[in-house]
């Protein structure tokens, strides 16, 4: 198991009094998934593929989870936050190791290029830059491709103070 970070008593204090004002659901998902340790989401459709590293923003009622997939702790083209995880598609991992390529590739512009290409494939009508930095830094979680926010309400961590930094090259979709 790696921890990205060490809590403090206070954090995990914290952490553990919100836990336990939750709804059922989010409260089973909480106590099981904690914001300090890093994730691997696993990849359904190919075994082989050890996916990307994550880190938990936010459950859902739904029993789904929220989660950070960053240049921090992958090589992507843009971070990410990505909704209605299966807690089974997640397994505790390692920090990646000091050579190991990390960081972000796509530039906002890029990113922005790849995301309206998505929407077309969807029929959805492009965005603006601005509408895109909207969207990512909503609270509320949507889908930047498919414009369609989730059906169940979602719960992030207490004031993301568990979260990592944002990379200052990634850009969440």
């Not at 889908?143 to 369609?148: D, K, R, V």
Request: with cysteine; charged share 30%; glycine share 8%.
């Amino acid at each position: 198991m790696a921890r990205w970070t060490t809590p403090t008593d206070e954090q995990v204090q914290t952490y553990a009094d919100w836990v336990g004002e939750r709804p059922e659901p989010v409260k089973l998902l909480a106590q099981r998934f904690d914001p300090w340790t890093l994730y691997r989401l696993k990849n359904p459709d190919d075994p082989d593929d050890p996916g990307h590293r994550v880190t938990i923003y936010g459950f859902q009622e739904d029993g789904t989870l929220i989660v950070n997939v960053t240049g921090q702790f992958n090589f992507i083209g843009f971070g990410r936050r990505v909704y209605g995880i299966l807690p089974d598609d997640l397994v505790e991992c390692d920090l990646p190791e000091v050579d190991e390529p990390v960081g972000t590739f796509m530039t906002k512009e890029q990113t922005l290029e790849y995301i309206n290409a998505r929407r077309q494939e969807a029929g959805v009508p492009p965005l603006t830059q601005e509408e895109l930095d909207e969207i990512k830094n909503s609270e509320a979680p949507r889908c930047a491709i498919g414009g369609e926010p989730p059906q169940a309400s979602a719960e992030a961590v207490p004031a993301q103070e568990a979260g990592p930094p944002d990379d200052p090259d990634a850009d969440k979709a």
